[in-house]
């Protein structure tokens, strides 16, 4: 499933600028130092150009800060740029940071055509890892709750990146065929 390609190659080069750029800095809510393991949390929840510490970030999505570290640890674990780039952080794998950690299922959802009409259509081309979800955040802030938008994102990392974000930010992904997803903005 890791397969490290030249675009994982480019997202790891950027995510490593990242690194660089704001580990050390202050957080952009609350000032505390952000950690490494911060920027590549923020990365993951589509702040890359906003880095908060895991605390604003929980606080934000109103959820549980341990809960929802576990997730962000089993997400880099399944990207290869993020994981590579923990890896180089913190000289270890993320997986043996936790050894209760374990694969989440992917929440079901339907495959056949959807009984639903869209109130955006997106199409983020083959955007992917931290500028998919940064851009897909934006749409969704701006959109009343409740309101769904069609991704159409052809990024090979978006069948794994898509729902897990959508679990870790509470959006309900309704509808997965990639690369279409559906996905409710929360209520
Ligand atoms: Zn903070």
Not at 33 to 55: H, Q, R, V
Not at 87 to 107: C, V
Request: aromatic share 8%; charged share 25%; net charge negative.
């Amino acid at each position: 499933m890791s397969i490290w390609t030249e675009q994982e190659q480019k997202k790891f080069e950027e995510i490593t600028a990242q690194l660089n750029r704001w580990t050390d800095s202050p957080c952009q809510s609350c000032d505390s130092i952000l950690t490494s393991e911060d920027i590549l949390y923020s990365n993951a929840l589509g702040f890359k150009n906003f880095p908060k510490c895991l605390s604003c970030l929980s606080n934000g999505l109103e959820r549980n800060k341990n809960e929802l570290k576990t997730e962000l640890l089993k997400h880099i674990q399944r990207r290869p740029c993020l994981k590579k780039a923990y890896e180089i952080s913190f000289g270890k794998n993320p997986d043996e940071l936790d050894s209760t950690l374990d694969f989440i299922e992917a929440p079901s959802v339907s495959s056949g055509t959807p009984a639903l009409a869209a109130n955006l259509v997106w199409n983020a081309g083959d955007l992917g890892c931290g500028d998919l979800v940064l851009l897909l955040r934006g749409k969704l802030k701006a959109m009343p709750p409740g309101e769904i938008i069609q991704v159409t994102a052809l990024d090979p990392g978006a069948p794994e990146d898509i729902p897990a974000w959508c679990n870790m930010t509470g959006n309900k992904l309704v509808f997965q065929q990639h690369p279409n997803y559906f996905i409710k903005n929360k209520e």
